[in-house]
């Protein structure tokens, strides 16, 4: 089993930045292709980046390229999503995800994943 934790969501203006994390006590985490998914209100569960293990291979959807960066530091057992230019829209509970495949980044459906974290809520105002 493998838990998530994350954080730094809140309450951001647009045009403002928000950075999140999410950090397990796996000692592997390397094995591990990891992924950010958000989810607005009466929405489905939508990608939002992902990486592979080792970091070298990024993955967005098109909505926020450029303005998203995932990047992870294995030392640390953390993945990170730096969101900048927020905009209303990104409004939702992000939800970090766990694959024991670290190649396997490429899963854009959330029932691919294998291990979720229980959110942190970003709220962008006008």
């Known amino acids: 089993q493998v838990q998530l934790v994350e954080s730094g969501g809140g309450l951001v203006q647009a045009g403002g930045s928000l950075r999140l994390s999410c950090t397990t006590s796996?000692?592997?985490?390397?094995?591990?292709?990891m992924g950010w998914f958000r989810q607005a209100p009466g929405k489905d569960r939508e990608f939002v980046a992902s990486t592979a293990g080792s970091g070298g291979a990024t993955l967005y959807t098109d909505s926020v390229r450029d303005r998203f960066t995932i990047s992870r530091d294995n030392a640390k057992n953390t993945v990170y999503l730096q969101m900048s230019s927020l905009k209303v829209e990104d409004t939702a509970v992000y939800y970090c995800?766990?694959?024991?495949?670290?190649?396997?980044?490429?899963?854009?459906?959330?029932?691919?994943?294998?291990?979720w974290g229980q959110g942190t809520q970003v709220t962008v105002s006008s």
């Open positions: 796996r000692r592997t985490f390397d094995a591990y292709a």
């Open positions: 995800a766990a694959d024991p495949n670290p190649f396997r980044m490429e899963q854009r459906d959330s029932g691919q994943w294998q291990y």
